[in-house]
């Protein structure tokens, strides 16, 4: 067969199985070792096909926020309140529109749950809390806010709680052992200790179903030589998104081409392609996590401008939720405008803080340096100190405490284009992580998750999401495939 086709296999085309396992999990990331762990504790025979050299994927990469709330030990220990039903209510609004309930409510009820058997598994958390703007703590606390819980329009109808939860880094510092890694690590000797084998460069290409439409193991390329591997229980689609697949981002997220983040390049979207060969339904293909690129303690404290000069959002949000903004409803066009004080108060964050684009002694000035249409970045200002003399926001409810009125010189930032992300949409599947096929039914013999599926986002995202779902829905996949 082709390395490009995703068509399954007859049963009967397969003259030998090279391997013979009861649960074969295609991908070595965090649904792929949390897969693993669950399958191999009911009881079953594991193995783990990864297509690289080791195991870890975009997660052992990752800063690791896992996103946990309903009143974990952690929050707990930190003095803050959650509970399951604000935590649910929170991420139906802003995982939206169109969420999946019943995957949202599994994933709340079960997320103290889940937070324990992390930390039962070796993953480490420490009890500290960080309260500063940012997509990351500085250092290594354990805790943040990473939805824009706290932030309009959420904090004044949902009760607030941060729920980015991270593994306690290695070295203090994001990169080698990072938060991913420190999640990963202590999963994968998990997955080791309970026996699960694993097999690294070996590229999953399609399933192997039998005359029932039953998926009964996997096809695969290893050094040019296509094998078999038989998979007697089950098999677990655990590959990651389509963020890498030119083709597959220009026929369901365009705004996204050109502009992959936070993904590795073998999430090529073939676990996607795999289950669609197969019948399966998909969810979600237009939805994108987006990342802007620029420091939160600068857009914080200044004002988010559009190509009309107009503000389009409250600062204070999670910078998530701005990059969504900036990339789907402004054309991915977007000015930062900040005064010195502002910038210099950023400064004593210690965060790295980018040089601004223009700097002039009037909002008039700049929004001609700018090249925006004569008077509109003026009113917008005019307006907003109008407000924060009296230190309000009417417009889109910043908290009062970042809002001040602008004083000279004043600087501008150009974000446009400054966007990347991954995709969040893909395989349909149940809360028990079995692929559904268009007809509603559970296709037999397949699981899958993280961000090859369709989980708990739909539209809108949170920090902590993907690593968050992928090993909540990971360890039901594993528990599910082993179950046959
Ligand atoms: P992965 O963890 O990437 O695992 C998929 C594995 O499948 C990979 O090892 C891949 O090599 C393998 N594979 C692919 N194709 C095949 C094939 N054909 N055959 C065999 N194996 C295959 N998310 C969060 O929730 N919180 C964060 O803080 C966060 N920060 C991030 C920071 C960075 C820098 C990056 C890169 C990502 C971040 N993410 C974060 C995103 C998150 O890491 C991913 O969305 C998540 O790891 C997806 O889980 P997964 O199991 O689907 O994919």
Redesign the pocket.
Known sequence: MSDDSVRPVSESEISTWDLSVDVVV???????VTAAVEAARAGADVLV????GG?????????????LGGGTPLQKACGFDDTVENMKTFMKAALGPAVDDAKIDAYCEGSVDHYNWLVEAGVPFKEEFWGEPGW?PAHDEGLMYSGGENAAPFAGVIPPAPR?H?PKMGNKKTGERG??YMLMKPLVETAEKLGVKAEYD????TVVVNDDGRVVGVV?RRYGRTIAIRAHRGVVL????FAFDEEMVRDYVPALLGRP????D???G??IRIGQALGAATAHMDAA?VAVHTSPQLMIRGILVNAHGQRFIAEDTYPGRIGQAILFHQKNEAFLILDHDAYDEALQSGSPLPQPDWVCESAGELEQEMGLPTGTLTSTVDVYNMHAEGGSDPLFFKNEKWVRPFGTPIAGFDLRGMTSG?PLGGLKTDTDSRVLHVSGEPIAGLFA????TAGVCAGGYA??????D?SFF?RRAGVGAARG
Request: glycine share 28%; with cysteine.
């Open positions: 295609a991908g070595y990331g965090i649904a792929g096909l990864e297509r690289s195991w870890g994927g975009a997660a052992s990469m990752a800063g690791g926020f896992i996103y990351e980015g991270l938060g991913g070996i590229r999953v290409l695969a655990a590959m990651g998104s983040g936070s993904a590795v073998a999430h090529d073939r676990a996590e991954f998750a993280g961000r090859c920090s902590g999401a993907s690593l968050g992928g990971g």
